[in-house]
């Protein structure tokens, strides 16, 4: 593999992404695959820095929280954030990759809270940071924790890894004459109204110019290839 063209990256990954073929919860061979995928990049010498969304374990809970004050609900998906942070950090230490867990939200039984100093120093000691509990606030969704931990942790680009490997002209289960975007500006996407992250996300990372991207988790080698600068999922810069 060539050296990485990326320092340090910031990786989001959701909830969902955990769950495999499953309908909610954690699928233990998925986790490991991801744990498996990380490693080989911190095996280049990149430092990475992960959030962790919740969407498969809020799913779950889901009917019992319809109806529920919206503030209380939220609370709930960043605490399903940290469950699926401690799962990751053990799949890591499954496959030999040290790394730390830090919540936004106090629970220091569980995890230290969130230091933006220590998070930095473990990157630097090549120690994985894996970021629960989202943003600490109500509102917001865990691709805004991923932006703002992003900037936080001075990294050199956010990397969204979900299923699809990348933004598509359409979507491409129902057109199959969507193309995917190799490269993309921060305008274009708004101008084409291409959904990369979450409107806040989004604008968070077009005003601090935070390079992004999307790329599949599940394409075996597809994150390695992205951080030795191959040509893999969509690159997101404010210019192109
Ligand atoms: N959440 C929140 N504030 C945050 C991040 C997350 O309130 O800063 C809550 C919100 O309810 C969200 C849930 O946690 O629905 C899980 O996060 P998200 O939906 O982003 O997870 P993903 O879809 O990536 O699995």
Do not use: H, W
């Amino acid at each position: 593999m060539s050296a990485p063209v990326y320092k340090r990256i910031l990786l989001k990954l959701s909830g969902e992404a955990l769950m495999g073929d499953d309908s909610y919860g954690i699928n233990r061979d998925t986790i490991a695959r991801i744990a498996g995928e990380v490693k080989s990049v911190v095996d280049m010498g990149v430092q990475v820095a992960v959030v962790i969304g919740g969407g498969n374990i809020f799913r779950g809970v889901a009917p019992g929280a319809a109806g529920m004050d919206r503030a209380t609900a939220d609370y709930m998906g960043m605490l399903a954030t940290v469950m699926n942070a401690l799962a990751l950090q053990d799949a890591f230490r499954r496959v030999g990759v040290p790394s730390r867990v830090q919540s936004a939200l106090n629970i220091e039984q569980v995890a230290e809270p969130y230091i933006r100093g220590k998070a930095l120093r473990y990157l630097e000691e090549g120690t994985v940071v894996i970021f629960g509990a989202g943003t600490g606030n109500p509102f917001f969704t865990t691709d805004t924790a991923a932006a703002l931990r992003g900037m936080e942790m001075n990294a050199d680009i956010v990397v969204k890894a979900t299923k699809v490997d990348g933004v598509y002209s359409a979507d491409p289960k129902k057109d199959p004459a969507a193309t995917r975007y190799q490269r993309l500006s921060f305008d274009e996407a708004i101008q084409k109204d291409l959904k990369v992250m979450d409107a806040t996300a989004f604008t968070l990372c077009r005003d601090q110019n935070m390079p992004l991207a999307v790329l599949s988790i599940f394409k075996t080698g597809a994150l390695a290839r992205f951080v030795a600068g191959e040509d893999e999922g969509t690159l997101v810069l404010a210019q192109c």
